[in-house]
């Protein structure tokens, strides 16, 4: 139990399909993070929410949506997705969104088909 | 250019060896970060370092940090598979406003 958990484990989805994932954390954190790994890539941060403000984004295309309406939730909505954004999707957490340990769910493994 | 970088991307080693993995990183920071990641599962945090100079040792592994060469290292003494693992090193940067910049990690494969 990593105190971040995320639902679904394992997503299959159509590109016309509208999906989410959700993360939620147990931790008290203020802060909450979406992260993408693809496979050979460094992990790549999308969306930063502190105190359930979105802070960052960092130029993820409009397909993925987030969403945080505490500051325990956080979702990311899917909608015509591309074969491309296959990944495993990582939810994190901190005590703080500058300078801090991340603390990270489980994932979700993405298959877009 | 904001760059992590870590080396080597993929080590295959026996039990009972020693080895290093390197981190190197291209500006100013004021925090490093050492994550481990088993196949299918979660980042776990393995080492936070505050300053330069800082060592820290946690059973086979230890990792220090030299801010003025911009390098940490992780070192793994006397190797068993349980530490089998993607190793990932992350910096939080003063110019991408502390967001943390991550090395794309480091498959350490351990055979019995």
């Known amino acids: 139990e990593t105190g971040v958990t995320q639902t679904p484990r394992h997503l299959v989805m159509g590109m016309t399909n509208k999906k989410s994932l959700k993360c939620e954390q147990h931790l008290g954190h203020n802060a909450m993070y979406w992260y993408k790994q693809s496979a050979k890539k460094p992990l790549e941060l999308m969306f930063v929410y502190s105190l359930e403000e979105r802070v960052e984004n960092n130029s993820v295309p409009s397909r993925f949506s987030p969403e945080c309406p505490n500051s325990s939730h956080l979702f990311l909505h899917l909608h015509t997705l591309q074969p491309e954004d296959s990944a495993l999707y990582l939810c994190?957490?901190?005590?703080?969104?500058?300078?801090?340990?991340?603390?990270f769910g489980q994932g979700t493994r993405l298959t877009v088909v | 250019e904001l760059k992590v970088e870590q080396n080597p991307l993929f080590l295959s080693m026996q039990e009972g060896k020693n080895y290093t993995i390197y981190c190197n990183y291209s500006t100013t920071s004021d925090r490093l970060y050492w994550y481990r990641q088993d196949p299918g599962k979660s980042l776990e945090s393995l080492f936070v370092l505050l300053s330069n100079g800082a060592v820290k040792q946690e059973g086979r592994l230890m990792a220090s940090l030299d801010t003025k060469a911009r390098l940490s290292t992780l070192h793994i003494t006397a190797a068993v598979h349980d530490l089998s693992a993607t190793y990932f090193c992350?910096?939080?940067?003063?110019?991408?406003?502390?967001?943390?910049?991550w090395g794309a990690g480091t498959k350490l494969i351990i055979k019995p």
């Open positions: 992350a910096v939080d940067m003063r110019d991408s406003n502390y967001q943390l910049i």
């Open positions: 994190a957490s901190s005590q703080e969104w500058q300078g801090v340990e991340a603390f």
